[in-house]
C-alpha cells in the first residue's frame, strides 16, 4: 500500500478529490499546492493508516517506515535544511485532518524537532535567541501535552511562577535567558512527572507525534463530537507533516485566520482575525484578542491597534488575491489559516467555511446570483437542518434589557437560561430540563458536551475565530465570545460584572446577533421569513416533488405552519383536544358510564366543542386537505391520576370515590401501547368515532356553507385488518349520510388509514380495498416492527448507537433496512389494489431530512411534520428530488 502522499514545491501526489484518504486538510493541501500556492511542503499519512494502526493493536506497520523517511526528504530537498541538523534545522509540525472538518478535537504538535541542540541551530539560523527558546518552550509544552499525556497545568503554572519571579504581565516580557531558565523548569518537571527525560531525539518525537495524533482519533471528545455530527467512527483521521514555518519570527511576521465571507452574516466581505508576532494556535485558542484584517480596532486598554491591510499592505495584497482566487476554485466560502514569516505568505489550510444558518442562506443566494453556483446547487448547499435556527425567536425589540456587558456577536439568536460554570453542571442542569446558558472564561473540545447541552454560550475570551465561536455557529447555538469586561471565577462559581455579582444558576439572556448580554431573561419575538429565506425556499419549492403537510390540532398551530408553507394537514390528532379543561370532565363521564347509553350521553357534550374545532381548522386551512385522525390513545390515558384528582372527578361526576378507582383498576392495562387503543376502541364503543365522525361533517358542511372549500381526510388509527377497515369505513359513511340528509348538502370526502404495523403493511393489498389513503405512522410502525417501545427506548438505545449495533436512532431517522421495507412493501401492495391511493407519512420522520429522501425513492405524496419542521421538510423533500 500507498501510505504517504508529498506535496510542496509546485506539485502535490493527491488533490481535493482525495479526502476520504488524505483527510480535508491533508487533500486541500495538497490541492493548493497543485495549483502553485504557497504552501509549506509535507506529507500526508492516509486514513487508511489509521484503520491498520489500529487494527495492529496501535502500532505501525513496518513498510510505513521507509515512507515516512521519503517523506522527511521531500520537505528537507525543498526546504534545503535538514531535520535534527544542529545547523539550520528543519522544524515540522504533526495534525491530524479527518474527511470531515472536527474542529479542535483532535491532536496537534508543533515545532517538533527541537532539542538542546537544534535550538541553538535555530536561534542562529533567525538571528534571534528569544525566537529560538521560545519556540522550544512551547514545544516541550505542547508536545509533553499530547504526547507524553502530562497535566498542562504543570507547565503553565511555571510559565506564570517565571512571570511573577520578574513582575512581568505578558510572555513577550520574557527575555532569551528567561527563557532558558523555563526550558530547563520544563524538562525538570517534564523527568519529575515521567521519570524519563524529554526525547532529545528528533525520529523519536517524530514517531511520537505520529502516533499522538492517530491515537486522538479515539479520545472521549471526538467520539461525542462525531455522534454529534453523524461522523462514522471508522473513517479515521490523517496525519499531516509538514515544515514550520514561523509567524512568531517578530513584528514582520504574523499568523492569522480568514473567512473569505462573513460566517455570521454571509456579508460578501472578508472576515478575518490576525496576531502579530504570534504562532497559529494562539489565534484559535482564543488566548490573545487578535487584530481584525480589513478594518481598525482595539486593544484591551482602548487603544487602536491596526488592521492587517494598513500594518502589511503588500502581504495583505497577496493574501486578498489568495482569497479570490481560492473562493472562485473552490466556488465555495473558505475558512483559510495563514502564516507571515517575516514578510513572506504562506498557507496553512483551506477548508469550505462553517457558518450560520444565515450566513448559509446569504451566500447560496448571492453565489447563485452571481451565477457561480445554480439554483440547484445553491438548494443543495443548505442543511435543512441548520434551517431550524432561523425559525426560532428572536429578541423583542421593544423588551427591557438590562445590559451588563457586550462582547462579540459569534453566534446569532437569543438565548436565555441559567448561568453553569462547567461543561458538566450544564449538562446536568439541562437534563432536568432547564435552558442553560455555559459561561466560561473560554472554551476548550472538552466542553464539547456542555455547549451542545447548552441554549447559549458566553465566554470571556476569544475572537470570533476562537473554538467556542466557532464550534457554537456549527451546532446552531447562539453564542456571544470575548466578553472582555466579565469576571469568571470558576471555583467560586461566579461571574462578575460592572460591580455586579451572579451566581450559578441565576438567568441571564445573550443575544448573538449583537453580543450583547443581559441580567434576567428578556423577551422574545417570532421571526419574519423574507428574504434570502424566502427566494431560496422559492427555488426549493420550484424543485420538490412530494408535498409537505403538518401535524397539528391547534388552530394557532395550524397557522404558524402554513406561514411555514403547510400545503395541509397530515395528523390532526383528535385526542389532544378530548384533554382541554371543560372536556376532560366529558371525556371521564363516558369512560366511566355503566352503559351504551351513558357513554352517548357524555358524547352529545363533547360533540359540539369537537365541531367547534374542525370548523376552525377547517376555515384556517382554506380548502387545503385536512387529514383527522379518529381516537386513538388507550382510554387509561384520559383517567385520573392521584387521589386529589379522583377526588375532584368524584364531586363532579356524583360517583363514589372507591367506585371510580375501581373502574380505573379494571382500565389498567399491563402494555396499553399494544392495548385497547386505536381503531380497537372504534370497534368496542363505535359511539365514539360516530360522534367524531358526525363532528367533522357538521363542521364541514358548516365551513362549506360559508364559501370556503374544504376538503375533509378522515383516518382510521392502528389497523391490521382490512375487516377492521370496512367496519369502521361503514359507521363513517353512515354518518356521513345522516348528517348531509339532516344538513341538506353533501361534500366530498376520503377515508382512509394509518399504516403503523406490521400486519397492516403485510396485508396492505386488502386493506387498501377499503382505503383512499395510507399513512404511515412510523412512531407506531418503528416500535411494533423493532418491538422496542418508544417511549422506553431513550434508556438504552443510545448505547446501540454507540455500540454501532443500530446507525441512528430509529425513532428520529427511519430505519430503511426494516421499517423502511415494510413501507415500501405496503406502498407496493396498496397500489397493486387501488393505483390512485394516496400515501404519505405523519410520523415523526416526516420531519427527518434522512428519512424524507427515504419517502421521495419511495414514492410517497407527501411528508407530514410538526409545524416548525415544515421548512426543513420542504428543502429536504427539494434536496431528495434533485
Ligand atoms: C405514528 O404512530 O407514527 C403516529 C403518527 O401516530 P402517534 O404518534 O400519534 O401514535
Ligand atoms: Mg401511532
Given amino acids: 500500500a500507498n501510505w504517504v502522499y508529498k506535496f510542496g514545491g509546485g506539485k502535490a501526489d493527491g488533490g481535493t478529490g482525495d479526502k476520504n484518504l488524505l483527510g480535508g486538510k491533508g487533500a486541500n493541501l495538497a490541492e493548493m499546492a497543485g495549483i ?340 440547484e446547487e445553491a438548494v443543495c448547499r443548505i442543511d435543512p437542518k441548520a434551517l431550524d435556527q432561523l425559525l426560532h425567536p428572536t429578541l423583542d425589540p421593544d423588551a427591557k434589557r438590562d445590559v451588563i456587558a457586550t462582547g462579540l456577536p459569534a453566534s446569532p439568536g437569543a438565548a436565555a437560561g441559567v448561568i453553569a460554570f462547567t461543561a458538566d453542571e450544564a449538562e446536568r442542569r439541562a437534563s432536568l430540563g432547564e435552558d442553560v446558558l455555559l459561561v466560561r472564561i473560554e472554551t476548550s473540545p472538552e466542553d464539547i458536551h456542555g455547549m451542545h447541552a447548552a441554549t447559549g454560550i458566553l465566554t470571556a475570551r476569544g475572537g470570533m475565530t476562537s473554538h467556542a465561536a466557532v464550534v457554537a455557529r456549527g451546532m446552531g447555538r447562539p453564542c456571544v465570545s470575548g466578553a472582555g469586561t466579565l469576571q469568571v471565577d470558576r471555583d467560586a462559581k461566579t461571574m462578575t460584572v460592572g460591580g455586579r455579582t451572579f451566581k450559578e444558576g441565576e438567568l441571564l439572556t445573550i443575544d448573538g446577533g449583537t453580543g450583547e448580554v443581559m441580567a434576567g431573561e428578556v423577551a422574545t419575538v417570532q421571526p419574519k421569513l423574507a428574504g434570502d429565506f424566502a427566494t431560496l425556499m422559492g427555488w426549493a419549492d420550484a424543485h420538490r416533488r412530494m408535498k409537505v403537510r403538518t401535524n397539528a390540532e391547534t388552530p394557532a398551530e395550524c397557522r404558524t405552519a402554513r406561514e411555514f408553507g403547510a400545503e395541509g394537514i397530515g395528523l390532526c390528532r383528535t385526542e389532544h383536544m378530548f384533554f382541554d379543561a371543560g372536556r376532560i370532565t366529558s371525556v371521564r363521564e363516558m369512560i366511566l358510564a355503566e352503559d351504551e347509553k351513558g357513554r352517548r350521553a357524555a358524547l352529545e357534550k363533547l360533540r359540539p366543542e369537537q365541531r367547534g374545532d374542525f370548523e376552525q381548522i377547517f376555515r384556517v386551512m382554506a380548502g387545503l386537505p385536512v387529514t383527522i385522525r379518529l381516537l386513538d390513545p388507550p382510554l387509561h390515558e384520559f383517567m385520573p391520576q392521584d387521589d386529589a384528582d379522583f377526588a375532584e372527578v368524584a364531586s363532579a361526576s356524583g360517583l363514589a370515590v372507591d367506585k371510580l378507582k375501581r373502574r380505573a383498576a379494571e382500565l389498567h392495562e399491563f402494555n396499553p401501547m399494544l392495548g385497547h387503543r386505536g381503531c380497537r376502541l372504534g370497534i368496542t364503543y363505535p359511539e365514539i368515532y360516530e360522534m367524531q365522525a358526525r363532528a367533522i361533517f357538521e363542521a364541514a358542511l358548516t365551513v362549506s356553507a360559508e364559501d370556503e372549500a374544504v376538503l375533509p381526510e378522515i383516518m382510521v388509527p392502528l389497523v391490521m385488518s382490512p375487516g377492521e377497515l370496512a367496519t369502521i369505513r361503514k359507521l363513517i359513511e353512515k354518518a356521513a349520510e345522516e348528517v348531509f340528509a339532516e344538513m341538506g348538502s353533501r361534500i366530498d370526502y376520503l377515508v382512509g388509514t394509518m399504516i403503523e404495523l406490521p400486519r397492516a403493511a403485510l396485508r396492505a393489498n386488502d386493506i387498501a380495498s377499503h382505503a383512499e389513503f395510507f399513512s404511515f405512522g412510523t412512531n407506531d410502525l418503528t416500535q411494533t416492527t423493532l418491538g422496542i417501545s418508544r417511549d422506553d427506548a431513550g434508556r438504552f438505545l443510545g448505547q446501540y448507537v454507540d455500540k454501532g449495533l443500530l446507525p441512528r436512532d430509529p425513532f428520529v431517522s427511519i430505519d430503511e433496512a426494516g421499517v423502511g421495507e415494510l413501507v415500501e412493501l405496503a406502498a407496493e401492495r396498496g397500489r397493486a389494489t387501488n393505483p390512485d391511493i394516496k400515501l404519505g407519512i405523519c410520523g415523526e420522520h416526516g420531519g427527518d431530512p434522512a428519512s424524507i429522501a427515504f419517502c421521495e425513492k419511495t414514492g410517497l405524496a407527501y411528508v407530514s411534520c410538526s409545524p416548525y419542521r415544515v421548512p426543513i421538510a420542504r428543502l429536504a423533500a427539494a434536496q431528495a428530488a434533485l
Fill in 36 to 375: 502553485g500556492l504557497p504552501v509549506p511542503p509535507g506529507f500526508t499519512i492516509t486514513t487508511e493508516m489509521c484503520t491498520r494502526f489500529y487494527e495492529l493493536g496501535e502500532t505501525f506497520p513496518d513498510d510505513l517506515t521507509p515512507e515516512v523517511e521519503a517523506g522527511l526528504d521531500h520537505i528537507e530537498t525543498i526546504t534545503e535544511k535538514r531535520f535534527g541538523a544542529p545547523e539550520n534545522p528543519l522544524l515540522v509540525s504533526v495534525r491530524s485532518g479527518a474527511r470531515a472538518s472536527m474542529p479542535g478535537m483532535m491532536d496537534t504538535v508543533l515545532n517538533l524537532g527541537l532539542n538542546d541542540a537544534t535550538v541553538e541551530g535555530l536561534a542562529r539560523a533567525a538571528g534571534d535567541e528569544r525566537f529560538a527558546w521560545d519556540s522550544y518552550r512551547r514545544f516541550i509544552q505542547m508536545y509533553s501535552d499530547v504526547v507524553l499525556g502530562l497535566d498542562h497545568y504543570l507547565f503553565e503554572d511555571a510559565l506564570e511562577i517565571a512571570k511573577e519571579d520578574k513582575g512581568y504581565a505578558l510572555d513577550t516580557e520574557l527575555t532569551a535567558e528567561d527563557l532558558k531558565a523555563l526550558v530547563r523548569r520544563y524538562q525538570e518537571i517534564v523527568a519529575e512527572a515521567q521519570g524519563d527525560p524529554f526525547p532529545q531525539d528528533p525520529q523519536q518525537q517524530l514517531w511520537g507525534g505520529i502516533r499522538a495524533v492517530f491515537a486522538s482519533w479515539n479520545t472521549e471528545r471526538a467520539k461525542v463530537y462525531r455522534r454529534l455530527n453523524d461522523i462514522p467512527h471508522d473513517w479515521g483521521t490523517a496525519v499531516n507533516v509538514q515544515a514550520m514555518v514561523f509567524g512568531n519570527m517578530g513584528d514582520r511576521s504574523a499568523t492569522g485566520v480568514a473567512f473569505t465571507r462573513d460566517p455570521s452574516t454571509g456579508e460578501n466581505a472578508t472576515y478575518g482575525e490576525f496576531l502579530i508576532n504570534a504562532q497559529g494556535e494562539d489565534v484559535v485558542a482564543g488566548i490573545r484578542t487578535p487584530q481584525y484584517l480589513t478594518k481598525a480596532g482595539k486593544d484591551a486598554a482602548g487603544a487602536d491597534k491596526p488592521s492587517m491591510e494598513e500594518a502589511m499592505p503588500e502581504v495583505y495584497g497577496e493574501l486578498a488575491k489568495v482569497f479570490d482566487l481560492l473562493e472562485s476554485h473552490y466556488r465555495d466560502m473558505q475558512d483559510i489559516e495563514f502564516t507571515v514569516e517575516e514578510g513572506t505568505l504562506w498557507l496553512l489550510q483551506t477548508r469550505t467555511g462553517k457558518r450560520t444558518a444565515s450566513a448559509a442562506l446569504k451566500i447560496a443566494v448571492d453565489m447563485a446570483a452571481d451565477g457561480i453556483i445554480s439554483e
